[in-house]
């Protein structure tokens, strides 16, 4: 009798087909697309199963939507009940006819796409589904329709939250043509998040980068919070990556098998490359004054004679220019610091900027390595700066002759920095050579990968332009607000990034994905290692040996 009344009810009320029970969480109450949906939970849907950043697919009348849960809240139908609970500690049957008719649970849903099987792709949401629309948790079939199979062009990056055997992929030729940011609070593991990125353009050859590695995280092996050591990109990928030192010393020690010694001549530094240490010298518009006059009047090796000067010399110079003398003392003073980089030599007959964009013309990844300076700010930017005006200076030539030819342009160039709020602050962004990098966007085949811990120090503008965000736990308003910058639909993602682990979770949103996605990273362990040795392995043979050709052919060891 029972089975036959089940049957009529299957008349009336169909199940979906292949659509387990237990996904069905609720129906659609109310809501809007700019605020999003307010979903009523059934009786059956446990609310402590409802975790922020979940993926739940709503299916209305002739649309299937995609959306994020945003938030989950307890409602009631009676307001008394807030005001005089029920004791149901004592019955729990009593409970069980309180929730679901009295009391029930909600949560809030943010629409993101509706899904088409018949279309290339998903499209952007434009409309909402009518009331009492299904609300069911997604499918892995239904993740894969948004975020496509791993190829050639996109990489596994992690999966989504609570769905182990999903892969989120990201567009990686998409995500290197504007530039991208890596943040998050320290200790919540931005550079494996920058090495797994970095991994995945090595791999899949969407560009070649330049690493400034400020605290050798990238090239060799490195030791992970656990004393496990963890592999360098030169250990995973040695035909592609080449490693760059300042510290012969401290690569020798750490056993890191480097190429290329980068030294610098007194004759490179130029007042642009001071003019970015104004902040970490305590120079004043005085100071950077006199050193524009100082090149004008001595030339190119004119901080080396500031720094070689006697009380004559620097007389006769005050005499005949404009220059302030306690101001010029004052240059000296701060310069003074730069003696102690080994790294900046006299005479030097070599030029670093070349070499290193020998190795990029070649496909090359160049990590450099700044070893004990990497606790120098100074040093890190002076090199940073110097490097990355001279390599885009290069670019801008190569781009400009080519005249549109694509074939005769220079592969797309990622540049990676950390400390990326003392190059693009608000006060100087929009002089230094990475504040012109990130206005550009791709125009001269140039992006940023920036890193840092406080993208608030990081002009409004820039943030802007950044086209891929990856972003880790914050917990400073300031740092989350900065984040959001230009993003629609903030203060929904808002809750969802607050609420991450300390450790292998991420945000991402921008560019490389079509809609804003939270995953549990990809484990950077021997079982990467092997994922990407082996994708690697059945590349293309004929490009990589016309990469070992052409280096073999430039005296490239």
Do not use: C
């Not at 979906?16 to 059934?42: F, M």
């Not at 649970?105 to 509706?114: C, D, E, K, Y």
């Not at 503008?461 to 910058?485: C, K, P, W, Y």
């Not at 809750?495 to 945000?507: F, G, H, N, P, S």
Request: charged content about 25%.
């Amino acid at each position: 009798m029972a089975d036959t009344a089940i049957d009529e009810l299957e008349v009336f009320f169909p199940r979906n087909k292949g659509e387990a029970a237990t996904q069905r969480l609720g129906r659609v109450v109310s809501g809007s697309l700019s605020k999003g949906l307010e979903v009523k939970l059934d009786s059956s849907a446990a609310i402590e199963e409802m975790a922020v950043g979940r993926y739940v697919v709503i299916k209305g009348s002739s649309l299937k939507f995609f959306g994020m849960i945003t938030d989950v809240a307890l409602d009631n139908t009676n307001p008394l009940i807030e005001k005089n609970p029920p004791d149901v500690s004592a019955d729990p049957f009593l409970r069980e006819i309180y929730v679901g008719t009295s009391v029930f649970g909600r949560i809030h849903v943010a629409p993101m796409l509706v899904l088409d099987e018949n279309a290339a792709e998903p499209r952007p949401v434009k409309t909402i589904p009518g009331h009492f629309s299904a609300v069911n948790v997604a499918a892995e079939e239904d993740v894969n329709l948004v975020f496509g199979p791993e190829d050639d062009q996109h990489f596994h990056i992690g999966e989504p939250l609570d769905m182990e055997n999903v892969q989120v992929n990201l567009d990686l030729v998409r995500m290197v043509e504007r530039s991208v940011g890596v943040f998050g609070k320290s200790g919540t593991g931005k550079s494996f998040l920058t090495r797994l990125l970095l991994a995945g353009v090595i791999q899949r050859r969407s560009a070649v980068s330049l690493i400034f590695d400020m605290h050798n995280d990238y090239g060799w092996e490195v030791q992970s919070e656990n004393r496990a050591p963890v592999k360098g990109l030169k250990q995973l990928f040695p035909q592609q990556v080449a490693i760059f030192t300042l510290d012969e010393q401290s690569s020798r020690r750490r056993r890191a098998k480097f190429d290329v010694t980068v030294v610098l001549d007194w004759s490179d530094i130029q007042p642009e490359d001071i003019e970015m240490l104004r902040n970490t010298l305590n120079l004043s518009d005085q100071m950077i004054g006199a050193a524009y006059t100082l090149r004008r009047e001595w030339k190119e090796n004119w901080i080396k004679k500031l720094l070689d000067a006697d009380r004559d010399t620097i007389d006769q110079l005050v005499e005949r220019s404009s220059i302030n003398r306690s101001s010029l003392d004052a240059l000296s003073r701060r310069l003074e610091r730069l003696r102690y980089f080994d790294f900046i030599r006299d005479s030097w007959r070599g030029d670093s900027a070349q070499k290193i964009i020998e190795y990029l013309d070649k496909g090359i990844t160049v990590v450099l390595e700044f070893g004990r300076y990497g606790n120098s700010l100074e040093a890190y930017m002076l090199v940073a700066n110097y490097l990355t005006r001279r390599i885009h200076q290069m670019y801008v030539e190569r781009v400009e002759q080519a005249l549109g030819d694509a074939a005769q342009e220079p592969q797309q160039l990622m540049i990676v920095i950390e400390e990326a709020h003392k190059f693009l602050d608000p006060g100087v962004a929009r002089q230094t050579i990475f504040g012109v990098i990130a206005r550009e966007l791709r125009k001269y085949n140039v992006t940023l990968l920036i890193v840092d811990q406080r993208p608030s120090g990081i002009d409004e503008e820039v943030m802007s332009q950044i086209g891929t965000r990856v972003t880790a736990l914050l917990d400073n308003e300031r740092d989350i607000s900065a984040v959001f910058t230009g993003v629609s639909g903030s203060a929904a993602l808002r809750e969802v990034l607050a609420r991450l682990d300390t450790r292998q979770q991420a945000l991402i949103m921008g560019h490389a994905v079509p809609m804003p996605v939270v995953i549990q990273t990809r484990t950077y362990d021997a079982d990467f290692y092997a994922a990407v040795a082996g994708r690697a392995a059945t590349g293309s043979l004929e490009s990589r040996t016309n990469i070992l050709r052409g280096a073999e052919d430039d005296g490239i060891d």
